[in-house]
């Protein structure tokens, strides 16, 4: 794919993803409502992921982690205290008991891409 085709399909699947977000939706039920195959969605976000680590790579003032949105928003204030901190650097990551095995998961890989 040309970089150009890439870049604006990119940027289409970039402005999707964040109104998959914004929409309080899960995956599953937004991809299902606007006819869209998860592998598909999944792909975009992994390569919009790899690109933005790229970017951070070649800019050496870019901060050294990936902001992720508050997917199970209320659940670590329920429980008040982590079940697991993970550090590096000055960064940290706390995750309470109630994380599902799918948010820790993109939250590791995340990470993996970060640092």
């Known amino acids: ?9 990119a940027e289409r699947w970039a402005a999707l993803i964040k109104e ?3 929409s309080g939706m899960t995956i599953k039920e937004w991809c299902r409502e606007r006819n869209v195959k998860e592998p ?11 690109d933005e680590a790229d970017a951070a790579e070649q800019d050496p003032g870019a901060a ?3 902001e992720l949105p508050a997917i199970c928003q209320g659940q670590a204030a ?10 590096k650097g000055g960064v940290s ?3 309470t008991e109630s994380a599902s ?6 939250i590791l890989e995340a990470a993996a891409h970060a640092w």
């Open 1 to 9: 794919m040309s970089d150009l085709k890439h870049e604006v399909i």
């Open 78 to 87: 329920a429980s008040g205290r982590p079940a697991a901190v993970i550090r």
């Open 64 to 66: 050294p982690f990936v």
């Open 40 to 50: 598909q969605y999944y792909y975009w976000l992994k390569t919009l992921r790899r």
């Open 101 to 106: 095995p799918g948010f820790i998961a993109k």
């Open 20 to 22: 998959r977000m914004d």
């Open 93 to 95: 990551i706390e995750i």
